[in-house]
């Protein structure tokens, strides 16, 4: 038990880290893109839907892909990191409940 235990860990904290690459790789892609053209929001656009299409997608209407593509690749990577997160603490306090 205390080997699957362990070997679970180890397992997610590798998912942990190609979900942390793999994200990083496509976010940042899209990132240069809004950088190199001076698109500027905060991050309470990135998790309200309604004030991103009331402030920013207006005043950049040709970079509403790159936009959505970055904010959908930012709250999926979010979700993900929480879930291992979770995973992990969990394993954690079960492998030292079975210490």
Known sequence: MFILLVSIIIGLFIAMLFVNLYFRAKVLKVYGVLVRNRVQFGAAHIFNRQKLED?????????????????????????MATVLIVLITAFGAVLMYFR
């Open 55 to 79: 402030e920013v997608l207006p005043k950049y209407p040709q970079f509403r892909p790159e936009i959505e593509s970055f904010i959908r690749h930012m709250r999926y990577s979010i979700k």
